[in-house]
């Protein structure tokens, strides 16, 4: 069985903090933003990660802590020490068994961003944020893959969905099969 979840927002406790942190209105103290993030995902580990991993299931995770790393450490400038101390807290020191990190650049980034606003689907306060802030985000994730290059498999997403999914579809099932799962190709 598989679960697919998100975060923040992965619980409902997390889709109304989800709501009130992405708010493109909403003007977020850092700390309050860090903080926050860290309460979905003590909530999610707790009611959502632990037991579907106690039940056998595969979790797939759009964002988890490393994201806290990028986003709030290296975006805000929180120092590392802190952000790893919580995101201890919050995770119980759960970790992910693989992780694919998505890579674009910062620039076609804005580009999918603009796009997704012209198409009047909705933008979030993130995604607003100065091109500077999203360099430091990219720069954080890309450091945080390379110093972890067994978990972390990046994945660039410059090309056509097709060429993206069938690099997906390398790493993903080879590891599911090392792990004992069925899985078709």
Do not use: W
């Not at 109304?16 to 926050?36: H, I």
């Not at 991993?53 to 595969?58: D, N, Y």
């Not at 693989?98 to 620039?107: K, P």
Request: a neutral charge; glycine letters at 6%; charged letters at 30%.
């Amino acid at each position: 069985m598989v679960l697919v979840t998100r975060e923040p927002g992965g619980t409902p406790v997390g889709n109304r903090l989800r709501a009130a942190l992405l708010d493109a209105d909403e003007e977020v103290d850092p700390l309050t933003e860090l903080l926050v993030f860290a309460a979905d995902r003590a909530q999610h580990v707790r009611r959502v990660l632990r037991p579907a991993l106690a039940a056998g299931q595969i979790v797939f995770s759009d964002r988890y802590a490393d994201a806290t790393a990028a986003y709030q450490g290296a975006g805000r400038g929180f120092s590392p020490k802190l952000i790893a101390e919580i995101i201890g807290l919050a995770t119980e020191g759960l970790q992910p068994d693989l992780t694919l990190l998505f890579d674009l650049s910062v620039e076609d980034s804005a580009a999918r961003t603009r796009r997704r606003a012209d198409a009047k689907q909705q933008s979030d306060r993130l995604d607003a944020e100065a091109p500077d802030f999203h360099v430091r985000v990219r720069d954080a994730y890309l450091e945080i893959a390379r110093a972890n290059p067994a978990r972390i498999k990046v994945v660039a997403t410059n090309r056509p969905s097709e060429v993206t999914h069938a690099r997906v579809k390398e790493i993903v099932l080879p590891f599911l099969r090392s792990r004992g799962h069925a899985c078709g190709g």
